[in-house]
């Protein structure tokens, strides 16, 4: 694994903005940066990613349904009581599921550590499946790299072929926070992509979907701005965020198919890592996890303290080995905590800014397949929503 400084492609931010890669840059700082990529084996991609990755996903699929019938792991995870039945019945149903993304630590020499899931809401899905796949075909173009190099990513490809093969309604909506850039171009994503597998899909903004109900206020059903019920909806909103809101209670009794089901808020939870290290400890891709009670004991050096449902590292706290203290501000204060093993994301030279990166693994799981793998970089221990995403390679 090797961090390999560049050139800059003529007119990629033209290019980014003509196919609606308008967040490429934050508040003036650039969020795609191919001032610099990564460069893998084949044996670290097969061996230490992609093998992993199918792993971790059979474990924590297993546990699925273990969760929906214990009480005790829906209470440590926080999901409230009044959905519990409606989670074991998404599960049960076999309500289906299309993607997720695990975020990794790997530095090239050992086995890769597991320090979350996103298989709700993961996002950098255009960047991933389509933005660095164009990046590695230029510079093969361009002569920058030789034509033998490859690339990790089979994202679209599997999510094509998943809209192909899901059970999904006609038509198949999909909903992003209107005024939210990044999610919107995730959604217009996949929107392309399910388009392109033969599904009929309409856009509708998440504050623009309505609840109907029948004469006697009974039966909600989801409806466009027409009215229209809404019998399929891919959903890019938290279900953390839905089963606390006055209008995602509708949820209970719509005849609504969504995607990710409700049996996914059990994997984009925190609390899914100290269940994991339970079923399987001193699993070497698994670091120690428990949860963090009133009774728990200072943190000490060596451990990070995440909330269960905290989103790019925000209210992350950590103390290294050595005792150095970071952490990250945020909305989610007022919950619940894990802890976690605090393992070091590797540090690369930024030649560019004269500084050091730290690098995080993300890596894609489309249906229960691995599918490819991003890279993000910060100048901290603590990947952020405004760290860096670069491509990379596979070369031997």
């Known amino acids: 694994m090797k961090r390999i400084s560049v050139a800059e492609r003529a007119n990629w931010r033209t290019y980014a903005e003509e196919v609606g890669f308008n967040f490429h840059t934050f508040d003036g700082e650039p969020y795609w940066d191919e ?7 084949l044996q670290q991609i097969e061996e230490d990613l992609e093998a992993p990755t199918e792993e971790l996903h059979q474990m924590v699929m297993d546990m699925v349904g273990d969760i929906t019938r214990s009480e005790e792991m829906l209470t440590q995870l926080n999901i409230p009581r009044d959905y519990w039945s409606y989670v074991w019945n998404s599960w049960n149903n076999g309500e289906p599921h299309l993607y997720g993304r695990m975020d990794l630590v790997y530095d090239g020499t050992g086995p890769a550590k597991l320090l979350e899931l996103n298989y709700d809401t993961p996002t950098s899905l255009f960047e991933t499946g389509f933005f660095q796949w164009v990046w590695l075909e230029d510079q093969i173009k361009n002569g920058v790299l030789p034509e033998r190099a490859d690339q990790f990513n089979s994202l679209q490809d599997k999510i094509e072929q998943a809209f192909i093969e899901l059970e999904l309604s006609t038509p198949f909506y999909f909903t992003s926070v209107r005024d939210n850039a990044e999610d919107r171009g995730t959604v217009s994503y996949l ?7 033969g599904r009929n899909v309409h856009y509708i903004a998440l504050e623009d979907i309505g609840v109907i109900t029948d004469a006697k206020g009974e039966n909600p059903q989801f409806v466009d701005l027409d009215d229209h019920p809404i019998k399929g909806l891919f959903k890019l909103y938290p279900w953390e965020f839905i089963v606390q809101e006055d209008f995602g ?3 209970l009794a719509a005849n609504t198919q969504m995607v990710e089901p409700a049996w996914k808020m059990l994997l984009s939870n925190k609390g899914i890592l100290p269940l994991l290290w339970a079923r399987y400890p001193d699993h070497p891709n698994l670091l120690p996890a428990f949860f963090e009670t009133p009774g728990s004991d200072p943190m000490a050096a060596g451990w990070v303290r995440k909330p269960l449902f905290s989103r790019e590292g925000a209210n992350v706290d950590l103390i290294t080995g050595t005792g150095e203290k970071l952490s990250a501000e945020g909305p989610y204060a007022d919950g619940r905590y ?17 500084g050091d990166a730290y690098t995080m693994l993300g890596s894609w799981v489309v249906g229960d397949s691995a599918a490819g793998i991003c890279i993000r970089e910060d100048a ?17």
């Open 249 to 251: 209670r509708a949820t």
């Open 338 to 354: 894990i802890r976690q093993a605090f393992h070091a994301l590797p540090k690369f030279r930024d030649e560019l800014r004269g």
């Open 35 to 41: 001032t610099a990529y990564y460069q893998f084996s």
């Open 380 to 396: 901290t221990l603590i990947t952020k929503d405004s760290s860096r995403f670069l491509p990379h390679i596979i070369l031997d």
């Open 191 to 197: 929107m392309d992509i399910a388009a392109q597998a």
